[in-house]
């Protein structure tokens, strides 16, 4: 399971869902009243895009991650390589509110994105691009919880605003950026919480998050962040595979069933489970399952999952975002020992 992680060490947090932009097509983009003059922004590559494209303000040297110290207003300035896009290709930049790619269902997307931020730029004729991106001065989305900065309760889940580019022609997402705002708060460390039965000598540790932690929804003093909000953890799909957490008993690592749910956010006619009986508007938290067996003691007990996120983590797993590390948390007392 390390090995996993370290193979994912290169790589950037999720795609926006593949549908993020087809609600797009209701708004006539071709018209030209709703683009902007030319400007644009990316960064990781959207599969099958080839994109390879680097950006930076004056906090950020030039990167294929991600924005910190991101300003209302302010400008970040984007270099993709030639080959990058097919000779002229039209792109739409737009940035999302952390919301769009978890909400449910999909078709609600266009209530998380800032519509007046929309711009136009055309690749080169060697598949280049050399552009900037204006931040809006001010973010504006027709869901109300829609925010860039995000909310704290959302940065407690593990969200950041989305910079993000799409084709004109099909409007498929090609790569993206995570935006962190200067000045924005960062997620609260997660918890943990685990029982134990033993069979055999061997001992089996259930693992969750300690309750009231992360009530649904997450409130500014809660503790959901796991790492990896929009995809979850394992994720075979994303990538080439993001890695189930670890669990580490006595520092070695141990085999089990460890997983995080997705953050969901569920809007009127959400589809996915667990929006299930919820109003709309509720940001459902990620939240640790699984199991580990050892025959070892039972602490201390560690959990490491993926960052997919540019917030520094906690723990000493190798990092998966450039200067920052993974999610950590360790058992607090001894293990609950089930009958």
């Known amino acids: 399971m390390q090995g996993g992680t370290s193979q994912f060490s290169r790589l950037w947090r999720h795609p926006v869902t593949r549908k993020a932009f087809v609600v797009l097509g209701t708004l006539g983009l071709a018209s030209g009243a709703l683009i902007s003059q030319a400007t644009s922004a990316s960064a990781t590559p959207i599969t099958p895009s080839a994109s390879n494209c680097t950006y930076s303000n004056g906090t950020t040297s030039a990167n294929s991650a991600g924005v910190v110290g991101v300003t209302p207003g302010s400008t970040i300035t984007i270099s993709c390589a030639a080959g990058s896009f097919p000779a002229g290709t039209l792109l739409i930049l737009v940035e999302t509110s952390g919301l769009a790619p978890i909400v449910s269902p999909s078709s609600a997307q266009l209530d998380e994105v800032d519509i007046g931020s929309l711009a136009l730029v055309g690749a080169a004729a060697d598949g280049s691009l050399a552009t900037t991106f204006k931040v809006p001065a001010a973010f504006n989305a027709s869901d109300g919880n829609a925010t860039c900065p995000p909310s704290q309760a959302q940065i407690n889940v593990g969200l950041t605003c989305d910079l993000v580019m799409a084709s004109l022609s099909g409007l498929t997402p090609l790569n993206e950026a995570e935006l962190v705002y200067s000045g924005q708060g960062t997620p609260n460390s997660p918890t943990l919480q685990t029982k134990f039965t033993v069979d055999h000598g061997v001992k089996t540790l259930t693992a969750s998050d300690v309750p009231g932690a992360c009530p649904t929804p997450p409130t500014a003093d809660s503790h959901c962040w796991w790492g990896a909000p929009v995809p979850g953890s394992p994720n075979p799909t994303e990538f080439s595979g993001i890695p189930a957490p670890e669990g580490k008993v006595v ?34 938290p990620p939240a640790l399952s699984g199991t580990v067996t050892t025959s070892l003691g039972i602490e201390p007990f560690f959990i490491d999952e993926p960052n997919t996120t540019p917030y520094t983590g906690t723990g000493t797993l190798p990092s998966l975002i450039p200067g920052s590390a993974n999610v950590e948390a360790q058992q607090t007392g001894l293990p609950i020992r089930e009958h």
Not at 256 to 279: F, N, R
């Open 251 to 284: 520092k070695l690592v141990t085999s089990g069933t460890l997983a995080v749910s997705p953050a969901v956010y569920c809007q009127v006619g959400a589809t996915d489970a667990a929006c299930s009986g919820l109003p709309a508007g509720t940001l459902v």
